[in-house]
Structures are given as C-alpha cells and as structure tokens.
C-alpha cells in the first residue's frame, strides 16, 4: 500500500515537473505585488526564495548597523545605533505584514489557513510565566512556564513543516495551485 502511494506520489510529481519555476528576483516582486493579499496561494518556492533573500537582506542591515554604529560611536560616543540595529529594525518593521500575509498564502497553499499563525502568540504567556517565576521563584508558576514553553516550541514546529510541505491538491478552497497557472 506504501508503495502505490508512492507511486502515485512519483506520478503526480512527473506531471508536474511542467510548472513554472521561480527565482529570488521574482519571489521578491510576488511578495511586494501581494504585501495585503491575505487570500490566494504562495507556492514553496516563492515563500522560500523570499526568506532567502530577507535573511541575505537581514544580514546586510546588520553590517551597515555594525559599520554605521561604529562610526556614530567613535564620533559621538554613543552606543545608540550600535546597540539598537536601525537598519535591522526597519527592514523587520517594513516586512513585517507582508510576512504574514506571505505565510498566510503559504499556508493555505498547503490546506491550513493562515490563522494558524496565531500559534506564534503562545510566546506572550510563556514569557509572562517565566518572568513571573524568575520574580516569584514559584515551582507551580515554572511548571506552567516549562509547559507553556514546549507548547510554543511544538506550536512553531509544527508551523514549519507545514509551510515545508507540497500543495496538497491542485485546488483548494483558497484557489488553484499558484505553480499552474
């Protein structure tokens, strides 16, 4: 039974391999194109380009941070930029809702919908729990903060493997796979 499964699996894969494919560039200009759009489908691949070029993005504001900040520091002796990230924070602050958005087509692309992300809030109690028990030392209070803690971490697990999964079928209720048009 594994192996029809397989199979067909290896089939639909080989009936796919016509669908279009897509490069940073382009994972890029979807994500400004649809920075709203909250409906539809984002195919693995423009979701994975996209946080490829934000992590390269990232990594780059945070050199200008370190460069920027160093010399604001020699200058002026403030430690202001060089502790604070400006450029990092203003490139999270400006992707932020098209992140979410993004992740939101992604993952209905996989057949859950993008409230699912409301999973990622669990860190608000778990952070209020330890640092309650950090003020209180408290054991029941460190109880519920390790609990709350391997919820948030199975909450983000399960998250990724979702948003690392194939479309499910090649329309859902959210439209037509992205990949075939």
Not at 20 to 28: E, L
Not at 80 to 90: D, H, R
Not at 94 to 111: C, E, K, V
Not at 149 to 154: D, F, H, Q, R, Y
Request: glycine share 6%; proline share 2%.
């Amino acid at each position: 039974m594994l192996y029809s499964m397989y199979k067909y699996h290896l089939g639909q894969l080989n009936m796919t391999n016509l669908a279009k494919n897509i490069n940073m560039i382009g994972a890029v200009m979807l994500f400004l194109e649809n920075y709203l759009n909250f409906t539809g489908r984002a195919s693995r691949g423009e979701f994975w380009w996209f946080y490829l070029a934000y992590i390269i993005a990232s990594i780059v504001c945070m050199v200008l941070d370190i460069i920027i900040g160093s010399a604001f520091y020699a200058l002026f002796d403030t430690e202001f930029l060089l502790t604070y990230g400006f450029f990092a924070n203003i490139l999270s602050i400006a992707a932020m809702i098209g992140y979410i958005s993004l992740t939101s087509r992604r993952l209905q692309d996989t057949g859950y919908s993008g409230w699912w992300q409301l999973l990622y809030l669990t860190i608000l109690p778990t952070t209020i729990f330890w640092v309650s028990f950090f003020l209180t030392e408290n054991l029941i209070i460190l109880s519920i903060a390790s609990l709350l803690t391997l919820v948030t971490m199975a909450s983000y697990v399960l998250i990724l493997v979702w948003l690392i999964l194939p479309p499910t079928e090649d329309e859902n209720k959210w439209g037509r796979n992205p990949l075939l048009d």
